[in-house]
């Protein structure tokens, strides 16, 4: 059993001392893309290469794979590529053989490289100025709500990346927020929620909650009339409508019946089913909210002018 464990270590020696050709997959890194672009097109992380080498060589790869990969310079084979008007640009891999060779150790010849064709899809890198967006979720104690709308500082921001993700944006959101009990105004410092292949102006931006205690408010509006024509009149029954709405403490003060229109339109007479025309609320101050109005229709009189 010696004599024949020794016979087979020389005779493993002798088969790894001979020349055998084989496939491996080797790292491969691609550098010098153009700053004026980007990628949108994934590239392979390891390359199929057909190698000849030693045995004990490629035992020696097998049990300890390249710690390094090898290196790739668009530059040297691709000269136009930073065009703007150059959408992709076909590597073939046969061109870059002796670039490889040269990074691998020096008992390992590359035969042949696979995938033969790498394809680099660009896109040109632009910039757009873009509004921040809110990603909230709110609840308020009783008789507390929003008195106008979230708004963030800086209000927009430069973001660049490829152009075909850019044309089609419209925003950027703040990472999702959760705020329970909120029964006054709140200023947060948030990060933004990162898109990939995109870069921001600013990672963090301040957001502000303007939060307020709300009472209910009432009026009495006049209801007017579009769309009559000049030789008519034409009166309702009632004259006035009773609106009804939510309105900030703070704001109470600056809200009067005169900033409410709501109205009657002639044109919708000869559509009439009932003999009530029914009103409209055309126009209501920003700072109030969940309006209502009664009656929601009303009877009416048309009369020739004199």
Same mark, same amino acid.
């Not at 909650?209 to 024509?229: D, R």
């Given at each position: 059993m010696v004599f024949v464990a020794i016979s087979a270590v020389f005779w493993l020696l002798n088969e790894l001392s001979n020349d055998y050709t084989t496939t491996i997959n080797y790292p491969v890194r691609f550098t010098n893309v153009p700053k004026n672009k980007i990628l949108v097109s994934d590239l392979p992380k390891k390359l199929t290469l057909n190698v000849k080498a030693y045995g004990y060589t490629l035992v020696r790869y097998?049990? $300890?794979?390249?710690?390094?990969?090898?290196?790739? &310079? =668009?530059?040297?084979?691709?000269?136009?590529?930073? +065009?703007? $008007?150059?959408?992709? /640009? #076909?590597?073939?891999? #046969?061109?870059i053989r002796q670039t490889i060779g040269?990074?691998?150790? &020096?008992?390992?010849?590359?035969?042949?490289?696979?995938?033969?064709?790498?394809?680099?899809q660009f896109a040109n890198i632009i910039e757009k100025k873009v509004p921040i967006k809110a990603n909230v979720k709110m609840e308020f104690e009783d008789e507390c709500m929003l008195s106008g709308n979230i708004y963030f500082k800086p209000d927009s921001i430069i973001v660049k990346g490829p152009n075909t993700l850019i044309d089609t944006l419209s925003g950027i959101y703040g990472k999702f927020q959760k705020f329970d009990g909120l029964s006054k105004p709140l200023q947060r410092n948030i990060g933004l929620k990162e @898109?990939?292949?995109? $870069? /921001?102006?600013?990672? #963090?931006?301040?957001?502000?909650?303007?939060? $307020?205690? /709300?009472?209910?408010?009432?009026?009495?509006? +006049? @209801?007017?009339?579009? &769309?009559?024509?000049?030789? =008519?009149?034409?009166?309702?029954?009632? #004259?006035?409508?009773?609106?009804?709405?939510?309105?900030?403490?703070?704001?109470?003060?600056?809200v009067d019946r005169k900033d409410f229109k709501i109205d009657v339109d002639y044109n919708d007479i000869e559509n009439l089913l009932s003999n009530k025309l029914g009103l409209n609320l055309e126009f209501a101050p920003s700072n109030v909210t969940n309006v209502t109005y009664f009656p929601e229709s009303v009877e009416f009189i048309i009369d020739k002018k004199p």
């Open positions: 097998k049990l $300890s794979p390249a710690a390094f990969p090898v290196v790739i &310079n =668009l530059k040297e084979f691709g000269n136009n590529i930073a +065009t703007p $008007s150059v959408k992709q /640009f #076909r590597l073939q891999t #046969r061109t040269k990074q691998m150790p &020096n008992d390992i010849e590359v035969l042949d490289i696979y995938p033969d064709t790498i394809l680099f @898109i990939h292949k995109l $870069s /921001f102006e600013k990672k #963090r931006v301040v957001m502000y909650l303007p939060v $307020s205690k /709300f009472t209910q408010a009432n009026f009495e509006v +006049t @209801i007017q009339t579009k &769309n009559l024509p000049d030789t =008519l009149e034409l009166k309702t029954f009632p #004259r006035l409508a009773k609106v009804t709405c939510l309105v900030a403490l703070d704001e109470y003060d600056k």
